[in-house]
């Protein structure tokens, strides 16, 4: 059975990893090792079919680490045996689909559920070798076609639905472009890879593709502005990205904030100046637009303000256009005044409760920012 205590989305390892960032900085640890004893309380899956970076042994793991703190480090190496294991079931599983033609699940290969999640903690752990079968796991995936109903897609063609079961609304499945579960994911993963020095046979390339597909997908909105579709089936697929499309919710899981991130990094890391600034000015040009602000309903990070605040602070790091500083002064402005009207989750968790946007104010404090290298998890850093 499920437990909300491993789910760092919307559990308690969400809480775990807000209380660790908080002990690194102020040295305060007593909040934090209760946290710790309640990750402890209860046996931790390392199940292929259930473990992930958002749930199980990674996600566990992933916030020990983060924690920086030398008395966790035996719990953490035995973790990583778990964790090690967990990446050869997985591999093996998705190179046995790979040779059969048939297309992936979307929990294969995301980050929430798949093995760019697993690689996002292998990246932060420093765990290179493991990191490097991911990696070159990715760059096939990116790189190899598969066919679906007789004709040609992308090897992350996902054969189910947007939620990850079959759909009748999805018969043959749907390509994905969002960070969380669909391209924009493995390419930053890729990205931030590269800027660690960590690479594979295939990368380059696999990085080409990623800037094609990014910047071909991104369509013209009504009423000006560009965009990116959160998913599409088999025939929109087809027919390509040749219409208009409606403005969507600038959420980090789907929506520009991730994949115009997702570019940045793809972009800088195959040195191509055209795709970079073509990301940074689609946000930008996002952060600017009324109508798509108006869609954001919620603080949090999946889905809300404090998810849009951290991926345009990240995206403004390495920005070589002009003009975010005023757009995060605003956001932070923003996600402040949600707060004092008490609106926020009240449920634990990094995604989709309050911790996420607690830890996004301390994250950005003006004062005492938190070391955005956490944001690992969400690919933004």
């Known amino acids: 059975m499920r437990t909300s205590v491993h789910d760092m989305g919307a559990g308690i390892a969400g809480t775990a990893l807000y209380e660790m960032l908080l002990a690194r900085r102020s040295g305060v640890w007593e909040p934090a090792h209760a946290s710790a004893k309640a990750l402890a309380s209860r046996p931790v899956t390392a199940n292929p079919s259930s473990a992930g970076l958002y749930y199980g042994a990674p996600a566990v793991a992933y916030v020990?680490?983060?924690?920086?703190?030398?008395?966790?480090?035996?719990?953490l190496d035995a973790m990583d045996h778990q964790v090690a294991t967990l990446v050869d079931r997985r591999l093996s599983a998705a190179y046995a689909r790979m040779a059969s033609g048939r297309p992936a699940r979307l929990r294969e290969f995301?980050?929430?559920?798949?093995l760019t999640g697993i690689g996002a903690y292998l990246l932060r752990r420093n765990s290179t070798s493991l990191l490097q079968q991911v990696l070159s796991y990715l760059v096939r995936l990116?790189?190899?076609?598969?066919?679906?109903?007789?004709?040609?897609v992308p090897g992350w063609w996902a054969s189910d639905s947007p939620r990850g079961r079959y759909d009748e609304a999805w018969p043959l499945g749907h390509a994905n472009f969002g960070l969380a579960h669909g391209i924009a994911g493995p390419l930053a993963l890729l990205g931030l890879s590269h800027r660690a020095g960590v690479t594979v046979a295939g990368a380059d390339e696999a990085l080409d593709e990623g800037c094609h597909v990014l910047t071909r997908w991104a369509r013209p909105l009504r009423g000006g502005g560009t965009g990116w579709p959160e998913t599409l089936g088999l025939v929109p697929y087809l027919r390509g990205p040749l219409i208009e499309v409606r403005p969507g919710r600038p959420s980090w899981c789907?929506?520009?904030?991730?994949?115009?991130?997702?570019?940045?990094?793809?972009?800088?890391?195959?040195?191509?100046?055209?795709?970079?600034?073509?990301?940074?000015q689609t946000f930008l040009s996002c952060l600017t637009d009324s109508r798509q602000l108006s869609r954001i309903r919620d603080t949090t990070v999946c889905h809300g303000w404090a998810g849009l605040l951290l991926s345009a602070d990240r995206v403004a790091a390495d920005a070589c256009l002009d003009g975010f500083d005023r757009e995060l002064v605003r956001l932070h402005s923003q996600l402040s005044d949600c707060i004092v009207r008490h609106e926020i989750p009240e449920g634990p968790g990094l995604l989709t409760g309050a911790d996420g946007v607690l830890l996004t104010l301390h994250t950005l404090s003006?004062?005492?920012?938190?070391?955005?290298?956490?944001?690992?998890?969400?690919l933004l850093s």
Not at 64 to 75: E, R
Not at 110 to 114: E, K, P, R, T, W
Not at 258 to 279: D, E, M, P, Y
């Open 64 to 75: 020990l680490q983060a924690s920086g703190n030398p008395a966790y480090a035996p719990t």
């Open 110 to 114: 995301d980050l929430i559920s798949g």
């Open 142 to 152: 990116i790189t190899e076609p598969v066919t679906v109903d007789g004709y040609a």
């Open 254 to 280: 789907y929506g520009t904030p991730g994949i115009a991130r997702s570019l940045q990094l793809v972009a800088q890391a195959g040195n191509n100046k055209t795709a970079q600034h073509f990301a940074e």
């Open 366 to 378: 003006p004062s005492r920012p938190l070391d955005p290298t956490w944001q690992t998890c969400l």
